[in-house]
Every structure is written in C-alpha cells, then in structure tokens.
C-alpha cells in the first residue's frame, strides 16, 4: 500500500501591514493636548494680568516689575532669554492648541457628512459656535501685541527702558481704535475662556444638573473677573486715571 503526504503549505492570504496611530493622534489624545495647553495659557493670562494690574502703583514701581521680568534666569541666562523662551513655549502651545481643535472638528464634522434639509440646530454656546473667528482675532491681536509692546514696533513711544510710558502712550485718547482693538480681543479670550472652563469643570465630574449650573457659574465669574482685570489698564489711560 502506498501512503502520499500532502506537504503543501496551507495558502496564507495577504499579509496587511495596518499602522498603529500614535496615542496624541487619537481624540483622546488631541483633546488632552487641548487641556494641557489650555491650562497653561490660562495660568499665563493670570499671571500676565497681575503683573499689568501694577502699573495703578505708580511709574516707578511698574518699570521696575518689567526691568525684572527681563532679567529673570540672569546671569544663568543672558538678559530677556527667559522671556523669549516663554513666548517661544507660549507660541508652541496656541499653535499646538488650535491644531488638535482644528483636527476634532474636522473629523467630528467627516463623522457626519449627510447634511438633512431641516437639521435641528445645535444647542451650544455662543463661544463654542464662534470658536473659528474667534481663534483668528485673539492670534492677530498676539502679533500685534508683541509688535506693539514686546519689540516696540508699532509702538508711539517704543522705549524699552520706559515701560510705563509705551502702555500710556498705546491707549492714549487719541489713539482710541487701539483701545477699541484691544477690548474686542480681551472679549474673544473670555469667551474661549468661559467655554474652555465649563468644558474643564464638567470633565472634573460636574455631571448633574445642578453640577452644570455650579460650573456655568464658575466658569463666568473666571472669564468676566479676568477680562476685567485686563481692560480696566487701557481705559484707565483712556479716562486719564493712569497717565
């Protein structure tokens, strides 16, 4: 009797090589990205405001707050070095921020590509529906406002050993549509602020309803407490209060 072996190899069908998407890639990823960044323009508005509220305690003692600021990491770091790498670390973080919002709405808006004749309009926020304008004017008054009062370019005055006399002279009366332009942007910030608020307290557990209304609330008070801090400087120089 003979006996045959089938020694074929079994038929492996084609091998599909499938890439893995990198974690910060993923919505989860993107919109931790957004949190992180977020958190940090935050504590930087807050800090920055602080530090302008000071020119109400006169000249003097404002120069010497910006003279200080130039010379923080000195004589580790040569002198403004620790300011240009914050604004370096600030510039990556607003472009990492409007990229991973711009990608999570892209592809929020790919998750729904059939457009129905009589589609309910979204219940959302007024910042949340604004957030596209409202990127593009906070980044123009950012280039404008390092122009203006970093580098002294668009400046009147541009003395860099005169720091309270370059913030007199950018919202003197005369000069009111800078003022006007300055008072549109601080507004756009706090509406992003109040939405990115809401959205961070309501991720901390705030899920109820009366959770919500407590996180609606505090994230108000936070935009509007901070806006305010950053425009009562230039209509202070408006009205002649600071001069």
């Given at each position: 009797m003979h006996w045959t072996t089938d020694q074929t190899a079994p038929s492996v069908g084609p091998v599909v090589i499938t890439k893995t998407r990198s974690p910060i890639r993923s919505n989860v990823g993107l919109k931790a990205v957004m949190a992180v960044t977020g958190i940090l323009l935050a504590l930087f508005l807050i800090v920055h405001m602080l530090g302008n509220l000071k020119i109400f305690t006169g000249e003097t003692s404002f120069d010497h707050y910006a003279h200080w600021l130039r010379g923080i990491g000195t004589p580790l770091l040569?002198?403004?070095?620790?300011?240009?790498?914050?604004?370096?670390?600030?510039?990556?973080?607003?472009?990492?921020?409007?990229?991973?919002?711009?990608?999570?709405?892209?592809?929020?808006?790919?998750?729904?590509?059939?457009?129905?004749?009589?589609?309910?309009?979204?219940?959302?926020?007024?910042?949340?529906?604004?957030?596209?304008?409202?990127?593009?004017?906070?980044?123009?008054?950012?280039?404008?406002?390092?122009?203006?009062?970093?580098?002294?370019?668009l400046n009147p005055q541009g003395d860099p050993s005169n720091p309270y006399g370059n913030v007199v002279a950018d919202f003197a009366p005369e000069r009111w549509y800078v003022t006007l332009f300055y008072t549109l942007a601080i507004v756009t910030v706090g509406f992003h602020l109040r939405h990115g608020a809401f959205s961070a307290f309501r991720s901390l557990g705030q899920q109820t309803?009366?959770?919500?209304?407590?996180?609606?609330?505090?994230?108000?008070?936070?935009?509007?407490?901070?806006?305010?801090?950053?425009?009562?400087?230039?209509?202070?120089?408006?009205?002649?209060?600071?001069?």
């Open positions: 040569p002198e403004t070095w620790y300011l240009w790498i914050q604004r370096a670390v600030l510039t990556g973080a607003v472009v990492a921020h409007i990229v991973a919002a711009t990608v999570l709405a892209l592809r929020a808006r790919a998750a729904r590509p059939v457009k129905y004749a009589h589609r309910k309009k979204v219940n959302g926020s007024y910042a949340a529906r604004t957030m596209r304008w409202g990127g593009v004017i906070i980044l123009l008054f950012v280039i404008y406002h390092i122009l203006d009062l970093t580098t002294g370019h309803p009366k959770g919500e209304r407590r996180a609606r609330t505090a994230a108000l008070v936070f935009a509007v407490a901070l806006c305010a801090g950053y425009l009562v400087v230039p209509f202070a120089v408006l009205t002649g209060l600071v001069s």
